[in-house]
């Protein structure tokens, strides 16, 4: 008979008898209590703060360290083609990587915006537009990289943050070669805005030199190619046709958030639909 498999229970930590303290109620009767250590602060703070796998970038000043690619990674970024699709009905875009530019294979989407651009009809090539792949950056960093026990986590950004971490590797006077865990150096990233219209970030670079806290760190980076999920034909049709996407990749038990099937498959209606700068990542999304 096979074994049944258990999962493990992460159990909240036993109380302290030995930080227990009293009063005494008005019956006479003497009541323990404990505190808040500053012990138990930095613990939770720890695990409040690591912030899960994908990092985002607040409003204000956050300092980063990107981490240099495993031996092997030609880049320590992946670029991913992703197409963010708005359907009626459902709060949520659809978003996957497009066949097309990843594999050369069959795009359902691209294909919609194929026919739409020759149609002759200028809602129709607006609309196309708007169908087309977006680029989206992935590398792996650390923020507050001055504490050594921070995670490695993910952070996902657009061709306009790219840009500048390329100036400032290019750059042998102001920047440079921030990757090098020995004498690489942290950077800036200055947010304003929260918008689709307004959010900026601007990268500069903390050129003073500085190893890396955690060597440690260049050895649990995440394999960002695993992240680029490319569906099938059948997978995107699915997708498109709202069905929930932990059924459609196979994460877990799933729900269709919508009442009724979409036999157009997409829909070209826009009227009062939002565009791929609304959509997953808000901001972060670069059309450019």
Known sequence: ????????????????????????T???????????????MQKEAKEVGAGGEWLKIAVGRTVVRFLPPKQGWPSPFVIQHQHFIELP??????????????????????????????????????????????????????????????PVQIWAFGKQVYDQLKSIRQDDENG???LDPMNGFNLSINRTGTGKNDTKYVVTAARAQSK???????ATQKDLRLYVRIPTEEQQR???????????????????????KNKDVIDIDDDGRRTAEDDLFDDEVDLD
């Not at 050369?104 to 739409?116: E, T």
């Open 89 to 150: 009905g459902s709060d949520r875009p659809v978003t996957f990587a497009c066949p097309k530019m990843h594999e050369g294979k069959l795009c359902i989407v691209c294909a919609k915006a194929d026919k739409l651009e020759t149609s002759g009809n200028g809602r129709d090539a607006k609309m196309a537009q708007r169908l087309r792949p977006n680029k989206r950056i992935m590398a792996n960093v650390v923020a507050d990289p001055g504490n050594p026990e921070q």
């Open 26 to 40: 008005s019956g006479g009767s003497l009541v323990a209590y404990g505190e808040w250590s500053d012990e138990a």
């Open 212 to 218: 890396l806290m955690n060597m440690d760190w260049i």
């Open 176 to 178: 440079g070669n921030f």
């Open 1 to 24: 008979m096979a074994k049944q498999e258990t999962k493990q229970q992460t159990k909240p930590a036993a109380p302290d008898e030995s930080q227990a303290m009293t009063v005494t």
């Open 238 to 260: 699915r997708l498109l046709d709202g069905e929930d996407p932990r059924d459609v990749w196979g994460d877990g038990d799933g729900f269709n958030p919508r009442d009724k």
